[in-house]
């Protein structure tokens, strides 16, 4: 099972849940998943033409999915995708 770590701002998407198991070869096919158990996360996972929206950065461990194949990133059984909202600001 591949671990999908959810930050507090999506978690109202997946019934409070800090943490979803799913199965996949890809990034991509981990988050289809996730959102086949939650579907409300499709919306803030992605945009209207199906492109993983600007402010959320996606990492497998510790490794920016930017920097590796994007969606297409694979990822095993035991690995943690983490989702994590840009956060802007300041002065």
Request: charged share 30%; aromatic share 4%; glycine share 6%.
């Amino acid at each position: 099972m591949i671990r999908l770590k959810i930050p507090t701002v999506l978690r109202s998407a997946t019934d409070a849940a800090r943490v979803v198991e799913v199965e996949g070869a890809t990034v991509r096919d981990a988050l289809t998943a996730a959102i086949e158990l939650h579907p409300d996360l499709e919306a803030r996972l992605f945009d209207e033409h199906g492109q993983l929206r600007r402010f959320l950065n996606v990492f497998v461990d510790e490794e920016d999915i930017r920097f590796e194949r994007g969606l297409d990133t694979p990822v095993a059984s035991g690995q943690t995708v983490s989702l994590l909202p840009a956060v802007a600001g300041g002065r």
